[in-house]
């Protein structure tokens, strides 16, 4: 298990684990950052880690993409 920071640009991964306090982990559940899911890193652009989520494109910050356990 690693934290999405350090997936590959384009790969797609399963997230395997939501870490942090439960309010980060009901607003990732939210975006729709579930455990089993499957999540591709787009790109990063200024502390900001752009991702392909259930069919949306979402961004989220480099804490809570640590939070995201692939």
Same mark, same amino acid.
Request: proline share 4%.
């Given at each position: 298990? =690693?934290? /999405?920071?350090?997936? %590959?640009?384009? %790969?797609?991964? =399963? @997230? !395997? !684990? @939501?870490?942090?306090?439960?309010? *980060?982990? !009901?607003? /990732?559940?939210? /975006?729709?950052?579930?455990?089993?899911? =499957?999540? *591709?890193?787009?790109? %990063? @652009?200024?502390?900001?880690?752009?991702?392909?989520? !259930?069919?949306?494109?979402?961004?989220?910050?480099?804490?809570?993409?640590?939070?995201? =356990? @692939?």
């Amino acid at each position: 298990m =690693m934290p /999405l920071t350090f997936a %590959e640009v384009g %790969e797609e991964n =399963m @997230i !395997k !684990k @939501i870490g942090g306090n439960p309010e *980060t982990k !009901k607003f /990732l559940e939210t /975006l729709g950052f579930v455990p089993g899911g =499957m999540v *591709t890193v787009v790109n %990063e @652009i200024g502390g900001n880690v752009i991702v392909n989520v !259930k069919d949306s494109r979402v961004a989220v910050s480099k804490e809570m993409a640590g939070k995201i =356990m @692939i």
